[in-house]
Protein backbone atom coordinates (compact mmCIF):
# COMPACT_ATOMS: atom_id res chain seq x y z
CA UNK A 1 0.00 0.00 0.00
CA UNK A 2 1.31 3.62 -0.86
CA UNK A 3 1.61 6.06 1.93
CA UNK A 4 -1.84 8.30 2.35
CA UNK A 5 -1.57 12.32 2.56
CA UNK A 6 -4.02 14.24 3.96
CA UNK A 7 -5.23 17.26 1.81
CA UNK A 8 -7.06 20.48 2.79
CA UNK A 9 -8.23 22.40 -0.17
CA UNK A 10 -9.13 25.93 0.22
CA UNK A 11 -11.72 26.66 -1.67
CA UNK A 12 -15.03 24.84 -2.95
CA UNK A 13 -15.63 26.50 -6.38
CA UNK A 14 -15.29 25.37 -9.70
CA UNK A 15 -11.70 24.66 -9.13
CA UNK A 16 -12.00 22.87 -6.31
CA UNK A 17 -14.56 20.55 -7.95
CA UNK A 18 -12.09 19.99 -10.44
CA UNK A 19 -9.11 19.23 -7.49
CA UNK A 20 -11.45 16.64 -6.09
CA UNK A 21 -11.91 14.38 -8.96
CA UNK A 22 -8.44 14.07 -9.43
CA UNK A 23 -7.47 13.43 -6.09
CA UNK A 24 -10.36 10.61 -6.34
CA UNK A 25 -9.65 9.60 -9.54
CA UNK A 26 -5.13 9.50 -9.59
CA UNK A 27 -5.08 6.37 -7.72
CA UNK A 28 -7.34 4.23 -10.02
CA UNK A 29 -5.43 5.76 -13.36
CA UNK A 30 -1.88 5.65 -11.80
CA UNK A 31 -1.89 2.53 -9.75
CA UNK A 32 0.90 1.54 -7.62
CA UNK A 33 0.07 5.41 -6.92
CA UNK A 34 3.30 7.50 -5.81
CA UNK A 35 1.07 8.41 -2.49
CA UNK A 36 -2.56 8.14 -1.78
CA UNK A 37 -4.81 11.57 -1.51
CA UNK A 38 -6.88 11.45 1.34
CA UNK A 39 -9.58 14.30 0.93
CA UNK A 40 -9.36 15.34 4.34
CA UNK A 41 -11.03 19.16 5.12
CA UNK A 42 -12.40 21.09 2.66
CA UNK A 43 -12.55 25.32 3.72
CA UNK A 44 -14.91 27.94 2.22
CA UNK A 45 -15.91 31.37 2.97
CA UNK A 46 -18.88 30.00 5.36
CA UNK A 47 -19.37 26.92 7.52
CA UNK A 48 -22.55 26.24 5.35
CA UNK A 49 -20.72 26.28 1.76
CA UNK A 50 -17.82 24.79 3.76
CA UNK A 51 -20.57 21.53 4.56
CA UNK A 52 -21.71 21.85 0.73
CA UNK A 53 -18.48 21.43 -0.75
CA UNK A 54 -17.62 18.56 1.98
CA UNK A 55 -21.08 16.43 0.59
CA UNK A 56 -20.16 17.18 -2.54
CA UNK A 57 -16.31 16.31 -2.96
CA UNK A 58 -16.07 14.09 -0.44
CA UNK A 59 -14.19 15.52 2.05
CA UNK A 60 -13.48 13.87 5.25
CA UNK A 61 -14.08 17.76 7.24
CA UNK A 62 -15.66 21.21 6.35
CA UNK A 63 -14.27 24.21 8.00
CA UNK A 64 -14.39 27.87 7.41
CA UNK A 65 -11.20 28.57 9.40
CA UNK A 66 -8.13 28.12 6.49
CA UNK A 67 -5.55 29.36 9.00
CA UNK A 68 -6.25 26.96 11.93
CA UNK A 69 -6.59 24.30 9.33
CA UNK A 70 -3.47 25.08 7.35
CA UNK A 71 -1.39 24.40 11.12
CA UNK A 72 -2.83 21.31 11.84
CA UNK A 73 -0.48 18.52 12.35
CA UNK A 74 -2.26 16.06 10.54
CA UNK A 75 -2.04 17.98 6.99
CA UNK A 76 0.30 17.10 4.59
CA UNK A 77 -1.06 19.22 1.18
CA UNK A 78 -2.54 22.62 1.24
CA UNK A 79 -4.33 22.81 -2.05
CA UNK A 80 -5.18 26.97 -2.90
CA UNK A 81 -8.25 26.90 -4.86
CA UNK A 82 -9.10 30.47 -4.29
CA UNK A 83 -9.87 33.79 -6.48
CA UNK A 84 -5.90 35.42 -6.53
CA UNK A 85 -5.85 37.95 -4.28
CA UNK A 86 -5.78 35.11 -1.23
CA UNK A 87 -2.80 33.18 -2.98
CA UNK A 88 -0.25 34.84 -0.94
CA UNK A 89 -1.52 35.22 2.52
CA UNK A 90 -2.51 31.24 2.73
CA UNK A 91 0.62 29.82 0.60
CA UNK A 92 3.39 31.73 2.76
CA UNK A 93 0.84 30.66 6.04
CA UNK A 94 1.24 26.74 4.85
CA UNK A 95 4.87 27.58 3.57
CA UNK A 96 5.52 28.31 7.38
CA UNK A 97 3.45 25.09 8.77
CA UNK A 98 5.70 22.76 6.44
CA UNK A 99 2.93 21.94 4.28
CA UNK A 100 3.58 21.06 0.50
CA UNK A 101 1.69 23.15 -1.20
CA UNK A 102 -0.71 22.89 -4.30
CA UNK A 103 -1.37 26.49 -5.72
CA UNK A 104 -4.10 27.49 -8.33
CA UNK A 105 -2.89 29.69 -11.32
CA UNK A 106 -2.16 32.46 -12.11
CA UNK A 107 0.41 32.24 -8.93
CA UNK A 108 0.08 35.74 -7.78
CA UNK A 109 -1.16 39.11 -9.50
CA UNK A 110 1.97 40.22 -10.68
CA UNK A 111 5.44 39.26 -10.50
CA UNK A 112 6.50 41.11 -6.43
CA UNK A 113 3.76 39.37 -5.05
CA UNK A 114 5.00 35.96 -6.50
CA UNK A 115 8.26 36.41 -5.31
CA UNK A 116 7.43 36.54 -1.51
CA UNK A 117 5.54 33.38 -2.40
CA UNK A 118 8.70 31.63 -3.66
CA UNK A 119 10.69 33.04 -1.09
CA UNK A 120 8.77 31.16 1.32
CA UNK A 121 8.24 27.54 -0.12
CA UNK A 122 12.34 28.03 -0.98
CA UNK A 123 12.61 28.78 3.31
CA UNK A 124 10.59 26.45 3.74
CA UNK A 125 11.85 23.13 1.82
CA UNK A 126 8.54 21.45 0.95
CA UNK A 127 7.42 20.69 -2.30
CA UNK A 128 5.74 23.33 -4.58
CA UNK A 129 3.30 23.20 -7.43
CA UNK A 130 1.26 25.59 -10.15
CA UNK A 131 -1.88 24.50 -11.23
CA UNK A 132 -0.94 24.83 -15.18
CA UNK A 133 -2.52 22.04 -16.28
CA UNK A 134 -2.67 22.97 -19.92
CA UNK A 135 0.56 21.57 -20.69
CA UNK A 136 -0.28 17.85 -18.99
CA UNK A 137 -2.10 17.17 -22.10
CA UNK A 138 -0.59 14.35 -23.64
CA UNK A 139 -0.41 15.53 -27.05
CA UNK A 140 1.44 18.76 -25.22
CA UNK A 141 3.95 16.56 -23.71
CA UNK A 142 4.42 14.54 -26.68
CA UNK A 143 5.62 17.99 -28.33
CA UNK A 144 7.91 18.45 -25.56
CA UNK A 145 9.07 15.31 -26.63
CA UNK A 146 9.55 15.52 -30.13
CA UNK A 147 11.50 18.99 -29.80
CA UNK A 148 13.79 17.67 -27.04
CA UNK A 149 14.75 14.59 -29.06
CA UNK A 150 15.62 16.96 -32.19
CA UNK A 151 12.57 16.25 -34.17
CA UNK A 152 11.88 19.89 -35.65
CA UNK A 153 15.62 20.79 -35.06
CA UNK A 154 16.10 24.46 -33.80
CA UNK A 155 13.38 26.20 -33.12
CA UNK A 156 12.29 29.69 -35.33
CA UNK A 157 9.03 30.57 -34.10
CA UNK A 158 6.25 30.04 -31.61
CA UNK A 159 2.32 31.24 -31.89
CA UNK A 160 -0.20 30.50 -29.21
CA UNK A 161 -3.55 31.77 -29.15
CA UNK A 162 -6.02 31.37 -26.44
CA UNK A 163 -9.28 32.68 -27.40
CA UNK A 164 -13.16 32.45 -25.36
CA UNK A 165 -15.92 34.09 -25.66
CA UNK A 166 -17.54 33.65 -22.13
CA UNK A 167 -16.77 37.53 -21.40
CA UNK A 168 -18.21 38.75 -25.02
CA UNK A 169 -21.43 40.01 -24.09
CA UNK A 170 -21.20 43.55 -22.37
CA UNK A 171 -24.25 42.75 -19.80
CA UNK A 172 -22.30 39.49 -18.38
CA UNK A 173 -21.73 39.87 -14.63
CA UNK A 174 -18.64 41.71 -12.73
CA UNK A 175 -16.75 38.79 -11.93
CA UNK A 176 -13.80 38.95 -9.67
CA UNK A 177 -11.43 38.93 -12.79
CA UNK A 178 -12.40 41.90 -14.04
CA UNK A 179 -11.53 43.24 -10.80
CA UNK A 180 -7.32 44.30 -10.67
CA UNK A 181 -7.23 44.17 -6.57
CA UNK A 182 -8.01 40.31 -6.71
CA UNK A 183 -7.32 39.10 -10.29
CA UNK A 184 -4.48 41.15 -10.55
CA UNK A 185 -4.79 41.44 -14.72
CA UNK A 186 -7.43 40.45 -16.99
CA UNK A 187 -7.03 37.90 -19.90
CA UNK A 188 -3.06 38.08 -19.33
CA UNK A 189 -3.22 36.72 -16.09
CA UNK A 190 -6.56 34.52 -16.18
CA UNK A 191 -5.64 32.95 -19.61
CA UNK A 192 -2.65 34.58 -21.47
CA UNK A 193 -0.18 32.83 -18.36
CA UNK A 194 -1.53 29.16 -19.51
CA UNK A 195 0.35 30.39 -23.11
CA UNK A 196 3.19 32.04 -21.19
CA UNK A 197 3.60 28.55 -19.74
CA UNK A 198 3.52 26.80 -22.25
CA UNK A 199 5.60 28.60 -24.78
CA UNK A 200 8.08 28.11 -21.45
CA UNK A 201 7.78 24.64 -21.41
CA UNK A 202 7.98 24.42 -24.93
CA UNK A 203 10.40 26.51 -26.26
CA UNK A 204 12.42 28.07 -23.27
CA UNK A 205 11.70 31.71 -21.39
CA UNK A 206 10.52 34.55 -22.78
CA UNK A 207 13.18 37.34 -22.85
CA UNK A 208 10.89 40.51 -24.22
CA UNK A 209 7.30 41.20 -25.61
CA UNK A 210 5.12 43.97 -27.35
CA UNK A 211 1.96 44.35 -26.51
CA UNK A 212 -1.42 45.84 -26.79
CA UNK A 213 -3.80 45.13 -23.62
CA UNK A 214 -7.20 47.06 -24.59
CA UNK A 215 -10.49 47.34 -22.42
CA UNK A 216 -13.70 46.81 -24.32
CA UNK A 217 -16.39 47.06 -21.66
CA UNK A 218 -15.55 49.22 -18.74
CA UNK A 219 -18.60 48.36 -16.68
CA UNK A 220 -20.02 45.46 -16.02
CA UNK A 221 -23.49 44.57 -14.20
CA UNK A 222 -22.70 44.05 -10.24
CA UNK A 223 -22.89 40.45 -9.21
CA UNK A 224 -26.02 39.52 -6.66
CA UNK A 225 -25.18 36.83 -4.27
CA UNK A 226 -21.99 35.78 -2.86
CA UNK A 227 -21.02 33.44 -5.48
CA UNK A 228 -18.92 34.63 -8.38
CA UNK A 229 -21.08 34.10 -11.86
CA UNK A 230 -18.28 33.02 -14.03
CA UNK A 231 -19.58 32.67 -17.69
CA UNK A 232 -23.45 33.10 -16.35
CA UNK A 233 -25.69 32.64 -19.13
CA UNK A 234 -28.21 35.16 -17.09
CA UNK A 235 -27.74 39.42 -18.27
CA UNK A 236 -29.13 41.86 -16.18
CA UNK A 237 -28.77 44.82 -18.49
CA UNK A 238 -30.87 46.74 -15.64
CA UNK A 239 -28.32 45.94 -12.60
CA UNK A 240 -26.17 48.94 -10.93
CA UNK A 241 -23.06 48.77 -13.30
CA UNK A 242 -19.30 48.65 -11.35
CA UNK A 243 -15.63 49.56 -13.21
CA UNK A 244 -13.54 46.97 -15.07
CA UNK A 245 -10.11 48.16 -14.51
CA UNK A 246 -8.74 45.17 -16.33
CA UNK A 247 -7.26 44.14 -20.11
CA UNK A 248 -10.07 42.51 -21.88
CA UNK A 249 -7.23 41.33 -24.58
CA UNK A 250 -3.33 40.97 -25.00
CA UNK A 251 -1.91 40.53 -28.46
CA UNK A 252 1.98 40.58 -28.56
CA UNK A 253 5.00 40.20 -30.10
CA UNK A 254 7.98 37.53 -28.34
CA UNK A 255 11.58 37.43 -28.17
CA UNK A 256 12.79 34.27 -26.51
CA UNK A 257 16.38 33.78 -24.61
CA UNK A 258 17.70 31.40 -27.21
CA UNK A 259 16.59 33.78 -30.38
CA UNK A 260 13.43 32.05 -30.92
CA UNK A 261 10.54 34.99 -32.01
CA UNK A 262 7.02 34.23 -31.73
CA UNK A 263 3.31 35.83 -31.12
CA UNK A 264 0.58 35.76 -28.17
CA UNK A 265 -3.32 36.33 -28.50
CA UNK A 266 -5.22 35.68 -25.39
CA UNK A 267 -9.02 37.10 -25.29
CA UNK A 268 -11.90 36.17 -23.43
CA UNK A 269 -14.39 38.40 -25.97
CA UNK A 270 -13.68 35.98 -28.97
CA UNK A 271 -17.81 35.16 -30.27
CA UNK A 272 -17.23 31.56 -31.18
CA UNK A 273 -14.13 30.26 -29.95
CA UNK A 274 -15.15 28.50 -26.33
CA UNK A 275 -11.77 27.27 -25.00
CA UNK A 276 -9.94 27.43 -28.27
CA UNK A 277 -6.20 27.03 -27.18
CA UNK A 278 -3.36 26.54 -30.50
CA UNK A 279 0.02 26.17 -30.15
CA UNK A 280 1.96 26.25 -33.69
CA UNK A 281 5.90 25.74 -33.44
CA UNK A 282 8.56 26.45 -36.36
CA UNK A 283 11.83 24.62 -36.42
CA UNK A 284 14.82 24.15 -38.35
CA UNK A 285 13.38 20.41 -39.48
CA UNK A 286 9.96 20.80 -38.98
CA UNK A 287 6.72 21.79 -37.43
CA UNK A 288 3.84 20.78 -34.98
CA UNK A 289 0.57 22.24 -34.35
CA UNK A 290 -2.09 21.71 -31.41
CA UNK A 291 -5.59 22.88 -31.15
CA UNK A 292 -6.38 22.20 -27.46
CA UNK A 293 -10.57 21.88 -28.87
CA UNK A 294 -8.89 18.47 -30.39
CA UNK A 295 -6.95 17.82 -27.75
CA UNK A 296 -5.96 13.94 -28.75
CA UNK A 297 -4.48 15.20 -31.98
CA UNK A 298 -0.88 16.68 -32.56
CA UNK A 299 -0.33 17.70 -35.61
CA UNK A 300 3.30 16.97 -36.91
CA UNK A 301 5.76 17.61 -40.19
CA UNK A 302 9.00 16.27 -40.41
CA UNK A 303 11.17 18.13 -43.22
CA UNK A 304 12.87 14.31 -43.98
CA UNK A 305 9.93 13.20 -45.13
CA UNK A 306 10.03 11.74 -48.40
CA UNK A 307 8.41 14.20 -50.54
CA UNK A 308 5.45 12.17 -51.75
CA UNK A 309 4.68 12.44 -47.66
CA UNK A 310 5.04 16.10 -46.90
CA UNK A 311 2.60 17.80 -45.31
CA UNK A 312 1.52 17.42 -41.64
CA UNK A 313 0.43 14.60 -40.37
CA UNK A 314 -2.13 13.43 -37.20
CA UNK A 315 -0.57 11.86 -34.16
CA UNK A 316 -3.55 10.49 -31.80
CA UNK A 317 -2.28 10.38 -28.44
CA UNK A 318 -2.76 6.89 -26.48
CA UNK A 319 -0.83 4.12 -24.49
CA UNK A 320 2.46 5.34 -26.59
CA UNK A 321 3.11 8.90 -25.45
CA UNK A 322 3.43 10.29 -22.61
CA UNK A 323 1.03 9.35 -19.54
CA UNK A 324 -0.53 7.35 -21.72
CA UNK A 325 -0.24 3.80 -20.09
CA UNK A 326 -1.90 5.49 -16.83
CA UNK A 327 -4.84 6.26 -19.45
CA UNK A 328 -6.61 4.35 -21.75
CA UNK A 329 -5.71 1.53 -23.75
CA UNK A 330 -5.84 2.88 -27.28
CA UNK A 331 -5.81 6.42 -28.88
CA UNK A 332 -8.07 8.51 -29.35
CA UNK A 333 -10.62 7.30 -26.91
CA UNK A 334 -10.82 10.95 -25.51
CA UNK A 335 -8.91 13.10 -23.09
CA UNK A 336 -10.70 15.57 -21.30
CA UNK A 337 -10.07 18.49 -18.95
CA UNK A 338 -10.67 16.13 -16.06
CA UNK A 339 -7.82 13.94 -17.17
CA UNK A 340 -4.96 16.97 -16.92
CA UNK A 341 -5.82 17.64 -13.45
CA UNK A 342 -5.57 13.80 -12.70
CA UNK A 343 -2.20 14.03 -14.72
CA UNK A 344 -1.00 17.07 -12.47
CA UNK A 345 -2.27 15.03 -9.29
CA UNK A 346 -0.01 12.54 -10.24
CA UNK A 347 3.07 14.39 -10.71
CA UNK A 348 2.37 16.49 -7.62
CA UNK A 349 2.22 13.57 -5.49
CA UNK A 350 5.15 11.94 -7.05
CA UNK A 351 7.37 14.96 -6.23
CA UNK A 352 6.26 14.75 -2.87
CA UNK A 353 7.14 10.70 -2.98
CA UNK A 354 10.66 11.43 -4.32
CA UNK A 355 11.32 14.72 -2.87
CA UNK A 356 12.10 16.38 -5.92
CA UNK A 357 10.35 19.70 -7.16
CA UNK A 358 7.95 19.20 -10.23
CA UNK A 359 7.63 21.44 -13.08
CA UNK A 360 5.64 23.38 -12.85
CA UNK A 361 6.33 24.94 -9.17
CA UNK A 362 6.62 28.19 -7.84
CA UNK A 363 10.04 29.45 -9.35
CA UNK A 364 8.18 28.67 -12.77
CA UNK A 365 4.97 30.44 -11.84
CA UNK A 366 6.94 33.98 -11.16
CA UNK A 367 9.09 33.58 -14.52
CA UNK A 368 5.26 33.40 -15.81
CA UNK A 369 3.96 36.39 -13.90
CA UNK A 370 7.26 38.52 -14.68
CA UNK A 371 6.08 37.98 -18.11
CA UNK A 372 2.61 38.98 -17.37
CA UNK A 373 3.81 42.52 -15.82
CA UNK A 374 6.00 43.10 -19.09
CA UNK A 375 3.06 42.61 -20.83
CA UNK A 376 1.06 45.19 -18.91
CA UNK A 377 3.95 47.67 -18.78
CA UNK A 378 4.29 47.40 -22.36
CA UNK A 379 0.67 47.75 -23.19
CA UNK A 380 0.75 51.22 -21.15
CA UNK A 381 3.71 52.26 -23.48
CA UNK A 382 3.61 50.65 -26.47
CA UNK A 383 7.17 49.50 -26.84
CA UNK A 384 9.58 46.56 -26.78
CA UNK A 385 9.58 45.66 -22.66
CA UNK A 386 12.06 43.30 -21.20
CA UNK A 387 11.31 41.22 -19.00
CA UNK A 388 12.15 41.07 -15.66
Not at 307 to 322: K, L, M, N, Q, S
Request: with cysteine; glycine share 10%; proline share 5%.
Amino acid sequence: MTTPLNVAMIGGGFMGKAHAMAYASMPMFFWPAPAIPVRKVVVDVNDDLANEAKARFGFEEASSDWRSVVHRDDIDVVDICVPNNAHAEIAIEAAKAGKHIMCEKPLARGGAEAKTMLDAVKDAGIIHMVAFNYRRTPAVALARKYIEEGRIGEIRNFRGTYLQDWSADPDGPLSWRFQKKIAGSGAVGDIGTHVVDMAHYLVGLISEVNALTPTYIPTRPVQAGGLDKLGASEKNADAERGPVDVDDEVVTLLKFQNGAIGSLEATRNAYGRNNFITLEIHGTRGSIYFNYERRDELQVMFADDPGDARGFRTVYTGPAHPYGDGLWPIPALGIGYSETKIIECYDFFSAIASGKQPSPNFEDGYNTELVADALLASGQTGEWTKVG
